[in-house]
């Protein structure tokens, strides 16, 4: 979703502006824009497409200057071009904003704002706050910079991450959020802020986490920051925890396969000094306040989003399987408005990889509000989601740049397995006899997907043979049915081909009526304990003349005498199917992508980050 930069230093602003601009494009875009002030002037150039775009037609003009703001858009108000790009200024182009978020009364002001003479450029809800900043610093008031903006964030409702500079306060920015994400860079010298910090993280590792409601102002002679009822703030300054290749390519061609080939490495960043085979303990330093909890809770809720949400019905059965503690699994956009019923043992865990998504923010918060305790499962340190959450777990897979999730997934899976373990084991329903075969087994996994990603060029011609369909069906049972779903997901968002993932039994109440020479079914057959029955689901769809991709165990060659092609997984326990399974639906979503010339880092329509809900 859209992303901001922002600079006050000595650095040339265009590269500064355009380099945080590329590092920010994974988050989902459909136009860009910048604004450097220097001297008594703005000078903005935005651009509808990629930032190549903007990149071209900045190329010659004079951006000196020691501040400056740029912006990727995602458009929700308004088609994406170049007038609804931003940065946006007001009646008279003293200021310019750009803006994460939605303002939510953008129609009531808009409509105030026209009858006091103010005449509106653009469709955007964003355009309202800089005509209020801008009426703040004119007609009379002559308030500074950041008097006038958190004047003007006073009237709006919604939620925004914004920076604003200001042709008359030389070398100043301000910025400010509620409900979308900001970090602040501190640099010697010299200033950032930007909606992640991948944004700057190459000029420096000191970063400020704004929270809800709080300000920055960046200048010359230093930066503050305090809250929008003006009181200032000594926030922490803490230190980026990841090295710069994490958000490099590393000679892949695409974030997404290079992300896919760091699984084994991110599947023991997850469970590092966190599982012991030899005891069959689980130390998860997150948890460990909680322990009571854990052990007392009679009920679990996850809740989460998209990928997240697939590996919330991992979690589920995990955790069901060991703990023996009934668990839901909700959509965090669906449960924010059920009214949920919480019991006085219930214990809600959210998901997400990015700590930001907007309805899982709002499920956390509304179990919160409830005091019912909510723990987190999220990868980005530092952000909303986890510092939101009563205590939690961090998967420590690293920046995810890719959109299409892939190592958060294996990371999130893997998390979880440590929560099932941790829990069977203080409420007494796990022995210790399987609870170290359980982690025996765990840390040889990222051996075993390391072995399924030898074979990953053999993916490229599974693919080949796939091309050319417009649809696709892919069933799975027990762990592996949410493995199907996960694989549908990725087919979809990368290469824009319909797929639906089913319970593969529950074919035959609908699904089925698809099946004929032309329907590709990929399915997931590993040896467990469902492995006949999905074997028969498999002789199903020959007798109806489909097409059968099997995900099935090394040597297994009943499927291979069933299956129109087959893909080998090592041997491992039923629990852990899903962390092999979903390595070649990955790689199989990713060169389907690559084959149709499709954006594989960027899909269409898609964002990172989605900070809206
Ligand atoms: C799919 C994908 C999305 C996210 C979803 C939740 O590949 O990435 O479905 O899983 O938007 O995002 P997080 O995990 O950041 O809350």
């Known amino acids: 979703m859209c992303g901001i930069i922002g600079y006050v230093g000595p650095r040339p602003q265009r590269d500064v502006l355009l380099g945080g601009l590329k590092r920010l494009e994974y988050r989902g875009y459909d136009s860009a824009g910048l604004a450097v002030q220097s001297g008594e002037r703005l000078r ?45 200024t007001g009646r008279v182009g003293r200021i ?17 704002l026209e009858k006091r003479g103010n005449v509106f450029r653009t469709e ?61 860079g501190i640099g010697e010298g010299e200033f950032f802020v930007g909606s992640d910090a991948s944004a700057f993280a190459e000029y420096t590792r000191e970063i400020i986490y704004l929270n809800d409601d709080e300000m920055a102002i960046l200048g010359p002679d230093g930066y503050l920051v305090k809250n929008l009822e003006n009181v200032e703030l000594s926030p922490e300054v803490q230190r980026l925890e990841w090295e710069l290749d ?14 896919i080939h760091e699984q084994p490495e991110t599947l023991v960043d997850a469970m590092r000094g966190r599982v012991n085979p030899e005891t069959g303990e689980v130390k998860l330093g997150g948890l460990q306040d909680v322990q009571g909890l854990l052990a007392r809770c009679d009920r679990v809720i996850i809740s989460a989003c998209g990928t997240s949400w697939h590996a919330a ?36 865990f959210v998901i997400s990889q990015s700590g930001e998504t907007a309805d899982t923010l709002a499920a956390l918060r509304l179990a919160r509000e409830q005091e019912v305790p909510v723990l987190g499962i999220v990868n980005v340190v530092g952000s909303t989601i986890a510092r939101e959450t009563l205590a939690g777990v961090y998967i420590h897979a690293g920046p995810e740049i890719g959109v299409a999730s892939t190592k958060a997934f294996t990371s999130q899976v893997t998390v979880l397995s440590q929560i099932a373990v941790l829990m069977g084991r203080l409420r007494g329903t796990l022995d210790t006899t399987r609870a ?19 074979q990953a060029d053999g993916m490229r011609d599974f693919a080949t043979e796939f091309s050319g369909v417009g649809n696709a069906l892919y069933l799975g049972r027990g762990y592996n049915f949410p493995v199907a779903l996960e694989g549908a997901l990725k087919l979809k968002e990368i290469s824009y081909i319909h797929a639906e993932g089913y319970p593969a039994a529950e074919m035959k ?12 079914v990929v399915v997931l057959a590993p040896g467990d304990s469902v492995y006949d029955k999905v074997v028969s689901n498999i002789e199903e769809i020959r007798a109806r003349r489909g097409r059968v991709y099997a995900v099935a165990t090394e040597d297994d060659d009943r499927i291979a005498a069933l299956a129109d092609r087959v893909v080998y997984i090592p041997r491992t326990l039923d629990c852990f199917y899903p962390l092999l399974a979903v390595v070649p639906l990955q790689l199989l979503a990713y060169h389907m992508a690559v084959q149709r010339g499709c954006d594989v880092d960027q899909p269409r329509n898609l964002a990172k980050s989605v900070t809206v809900e």
């Open 313 to 348: 019905l991992i979690g589920e059965r995990l955790i069901e399987e060991f703990a023996r503690i009934p668990v839901e699994v909700e959509y965090a956009s669906e449960f924010r408005y059920a009214d949920p019923v919480f019991t006085p043992g219930t214990v809600v």
């Open 246 to 259: 994490r958000i490099e390519k590393g000679g892949f061609e695409h974030f997404m396969l290079k992300e």
């Open 44 to 88: 903005i150039v935005k651009a509808a497409g990629k930032i190549r775009e903007l990149e071209a037609r900045s190329a010659d003009l004079d951006l000196s200057g020691t501040v400056g703001i740029g912006h990727t858009r995602w458009a929700t108000h308004g088609v994406p071009n170049d007038i609804n790009a931003h940065p946006h």
């Open 436 to 454: 170290r075969e359980v982690l025996s087994e765990i840390v040889h996994l990222p051996a075993k997907v390391r072995q399924i990603l030898e």
């Open 509 to 520: 109440h609908g699904p089925i009526a698809l099946i004929d020479q032309d329907m590709p």
């Open 124 to 184: 955007t809800d964003t355009e309202v706050l800089a005509h209020l900043v801008e009426e703040y610093l004119e007609n009379g008031h002559d308030h500074p910079l950041e008097e006038a903006v958190r004047l003007a964030l006073l009237e709006v409702e919604g939620a925004y991450g914004i920076a604003v500079i200001d042709s008359h306060s030389p070398g100043r920015l301000v910025a400010a959020r509620r409900g979308s994400p900001l970090v602040l």
């Open 96 to 112: 310019a904003l750009v803006h994460n978020g939605i303002i939510e009364n953008y129609q009531t002001l808009r409509t105030l």
